[in-house]
């Protein structure tokens, strides 16, 4: 089992990333929560991972944090979820929107994430409820962490590509608030 590679990213093609680990690359497939806040190319890189086998091949998928890693191990084992499934959902909500959502029964924020009707929503929200706990702090995620996301969805909802967004976002002071870092991350846009 691969636990974890650290080594150099060499390529980035969402949601895909090649890593050279000691001469040996990689090819590991990434939520684009995790994608985003990738270095840039011939930088170092660590990625917690999930190595699954396959009869049509074997499959490496990456994670930035333990708990992207655990949710996404949770989606998996439902049925009818598969791992492009469950990377699609770990795109479009992070881990704390996803328990969120799960904890009040939320299908409306599980039925935005394409690929994901009403049916299957239900499915998630019965066979999530009150697993996903244990992928957050005792406390939840740091509020940077949802200040830092919903930063993103703001710039990427006014226009701007990912790799305008993640470039603008690189700056931003830790613990900065949701509307603060938007006028900033605006404001260095706007420059370039």
Do not use: C
């Amino acid at each position: 089992m691969i636990g974890r590679l650290t080594g150099t990213l060499l390529e980035k093609n969402p949601p895909q990333v090649l890593i050279d680990v000691g001469g040996i690359g990689y090819e590991v497939d990434v939520p684009m929560s995790t994608f985003y806040n990738l270095p840039a190319s011939g930088e170092k890189v660590s990625l917690l991972t999930h190595f699954v086998v396959r009869e049509d091949g074997h499959f490496l998928y990456g994670f930035a944090s333990s708990a992207e890693r655990f949710a996404f191990r949770q989606l998996i084992k439902i049925s009818g979820i598969g791992a492009r499934m469950a990377l699609a959902v770990l795109s479009g909500l992070s881990v704390n929107d996803l328990a969120q959502a799960i904890a009040r029964q939320e299908i409306g924020r599980l039925i935005k994430v394409p690929g994901i009707g009403k049916k299957t929503a239900e499915r998630l929200l019965l066979e999530l409820k009150g697993k996903l706990g244990d992928a957050l702090p005792a406390s939840g995620l740091p509020p940077v962490e949802d200040s830092r996301h919903d930063i993103l969805n703001a710039l990427l909802a006014l226009g701007y590509n990912d790799r305008e967004a993640a470039a603008a976002m690189k700056p931003l002071a830790a613990g900065i608030s949701t509307s603060d870092g938007i006028r900033q991350a605006l404001k260095s846009l706007s420059k370039a």
